[in-house]
């Protein structure tokens, strides 16, 4: 079994750790895929695989967030500031427009790959939204692109991308 193979089947198991939250009021689990196999090409952005848990939080006089310097995460006794928070992990990937060809062109985009977690606060009253955001990741083979690009060609039975090859390793 191929460690991208290992990858995604724990990141399979532990998706049900997700679900059980999802219960909650005000909460969503969100799975998403972005692809441009709709529009037939590999070019620039090319796809995107994600799944995300949102939900509410509380802020208590006193707390960690109203202890934090600005207003934007004050606890509101007046129940007009929303407090949400927000985990996702994902994999996003890049391709030059000529997937076929196993030496890099000049002036295209090479193979790129991002394999991340992310966590996001937001503050959200009728005047205005805040957000806080922090992106842990990894590229290059760690981002597991290249594989995850040719198993998704293999099913669709689209062109090989020769991202493996000669000089067009995936950054």
């Known amino acids: 079994m191929s460690s991208f193979q290992r990858t995604a089947r724990h990141l399979l198991l532990v998706t049900p750790l997700f679900a059980a939250p999802t219960f909650a009021q005000n909460s969503t689990l969100y799975f998403g895929i972005d692809n441009d196999s709709i529009v037939t090409t590999d070019q620039d952005y090319t796809n995107g695989v994600f799944i995300s848990y949102t939900s509410d939080f509380d ?3 006193g707390g960690f967030f109203d202890s934090l310097p600005g207003t934007h995460f004050d606890a509101d006794p007046t129940g007009n500031v929303l407090h949400r928070y927000n985990v996702e992990v994902g994999q996003k990937m ?27 606060l937001y503050s959200i009253a009728p005047t205005e939204i805040n957000s806080y955001s922090l992106m842990l990741g990894t590229t290059g083979p760690n981002s597991y692109a290249e594989e995850g690009q040719k198993f998704v060609h293999s099913i669709i039975k689209s062109d090989d991308p020769q991202a493996g090859t000669t000089r067009s390793k995936i950054r």
């Open 59 to 61: 802020v208590t006089p």
């Open 94 to 120: 890049w391709t030059p427009k000529d997937i076929e060809s196993p030496d890099p062109v000049q002036d295209e985009r090479p193979y790129a790959g991002l394999l991340y977690v992310s966590s996001t």
